[in-house]
């Protein structure tokens, strides 16, 4: 994501998985949001491309306003310039997109918005199992808050892949 940072042309860089689409007009009320000069960055709300009740849940937290709930497939936004005063992305393996999303505040204001979801493939929750992806992601933010590190979060989240 650093690389394509440098690489990219603008003063503002939106992160975007490769299975997710923008809403009509997200780009455009991106840009009215980030006129308010006290705004560093921020992100959208999700939705998924199929209807489950659990898939539906997981989305509603997205519209939680918490950092525990600012993951990288709501796409993250933030000014250029302040992308560069962050260093960008932390080089870790996993939680580099809530650590990004904790340390903005310090740059200006974070925010969320909410009428313009992203779209993101159901894909990976469905062939992992909807509850036991959910439950995964939750127990590895809350080992992350706690202090574990990037590193072994990830050997265990590409362990508990290989048992799926």
């Known amino acids: 994501m650093n690389t394509g940072a440098r690489c990219a ?3 503002v860089l939106l992160f975007l998985h490769g299975d997710s689409r923008l809403a009509p007009g997200a780009v455009a009320k991106m840009r009215q949001t980030l006129d308010n000069r006290l705004i560093a960055g921020g992100s959208f709300t999700l939705v998924f491309d199929m209807d489950n009740f659990w898939l539906r849940f997981y989305a509603f937290c997205s519209a939680i306003d918490c950092l525990c709930f600012r993951y990288g497939d709501q796409g993250i936004f933030v000014r ?6 962050m260093q960008g992305y932390a ?3 996993l939680m580099e997109d809530i650590d990004l999303m904790r340390r903005l505040p ?25 509850v036991r992806q959910e439950a995964l992601n939750v127990a590895l933010v809350a080992a992350w808050f706690l202090g574990v590190a ?11 892949k290989v048992q799926a």
Do not use: C, K, M, N
């Open 9 to 11: 042309a603008g003063d």
């Open 80 to 85: 250029r310039a302040i992308f560069e005063q």
């Open 91 to 93: 080089e870790i393996p």
């Open 106 to 130: 310090r740059y200006g204001r974070r925010v969320l918005i909410q009428d313009y979801p992203v779209t993101t493939s159901a894909r990976h929750f469905v062939e992992h199992g909807i």
């Open 150 to 160: 990037p590193q072994t979060l990830a050997r265990w989240y590409a362990a508990r």
